[in-house]
């Protein structure tokens, strides 16, 4: 009964619009179809960074908002953070702006991050791959704010050539309004823009006010170098905006 009612539904509409049932049945067929494919596709979601980012919980807030847009089955989230680190920690070509390398070895910290990544891919494979990226603090510290925008830069390259994709998408969390009097600091926020605007597939996220209020333990801050409770959930609800209309070409 549902298919004869199907049928004489198109053949009104066909008879209205002067178009052929059979192709108003095909154009209906290929947007099912297309439905169909888009909740087939895999998505990867890659987090890295300094002590903001590891004290993010993906789970907490923008898992369920991915996971409702495009399915539980086809969101994989890799998360590998360390507080404190500069980013040559995970950038293996870095250089400070003299063209010295440093001592200790670089990159060590993403080769950390890629064994994640393979170990989450393997067996499967994903469609879209977004780098959500929440760091430079150390960088401002250490005063190597002139060479951060190549050296994030020369971070996603790193990652493209590994992932074997010519592009991904990048989410920058731009630095606070914490250290603000120092040089290095908006340095380092500039640069975080000036990067993810120069990208087809790039954004930032402000977190300006996500430092005020109570932290885990309960201690009211006010521009705080981390964020407080409300603050990294409000960060959460970011990122997965950022993610989804870029995932959807918005």
């Known amino acids: 009964m549902k298919k004869v009612t199907s049928i004489n539904l198109l053949l009104v509409l066909a008879c209205i619009s002067n178009q052929p049932a059979v192709s108003l049945y095909a154009e209906e067929k290929q947007s099912f179809q297309e439905v169909q494919d888009d909740k087939q596709e895999k998505h990867l979601f890659i987090f890295s960074g300094q002590s903001n980012m590891s004290r993010f919980k993906p789970d907490k807030v923008f898992q369920p908002i991915v996971e409702r847009e495009f399915g539980k089955d086809n969101v994989v989230i890799v998360k590998d953070a360390k507080g404190g680190k500069p ?3 995970w950038y293996k070509n870095w250089k400070s702006a003299d063209g010295e390398t440093p001592r200790e070895p670089n990159g060590d910290l993403y080769d950390s991050l890629k064994a994640k990544i393979d170990k989450a891919l393997r067996n499967q494979k994903v469609d879209t791959v977004t780098f959500i990226w929440m760091q430079g603090e150390a960088d401002a510290k250490e ?5 951060y925008l190549a050296s994030l830069k020369g971070l996603v390259d790193q990652l493209c050539n590994d992932l074997e994709r010519q592009e991904i998408n ?6 606070s ?11 380092i926020r500039e640069a975080q823009v000036q990067f993810a605007e120069s990208l087809a597939r790039g954004a930032w996220v402000n977190t300006d006010d996500l430092n005020d209020g109570p932290d885990g333990q309960g201690r009211v801050r006010h521009n705080a ?3 407080s409770v409300e603050g990294y959930k409000i ?6 905006e950022k993610a989804i209309a870029l995932i959807r070409n918005e």
């Not at 005063?143 to 060479?147: C, N, R």
């Not at 990048?170 to 630095?175: H, S, T």
Request: proline letters at 0%; one cysteine or more; a positive charge.
């Open 225 to 227: 170098l981390h964020y």
């Open 143 to 147: 005063k190597h704010g002139e060479v």
């Open 87 to 89: 980013i040559r920690r």
């Open 235 to 240: 960060l959460g609800k970011r990122y997965a």
């Open 170 to 175: 990048v989410i920058c969390g731009r630095l």
């Open 177 to 187: 309004d914490h250290g603000l009097k120092k040089n290095h600091w908006v340095m």
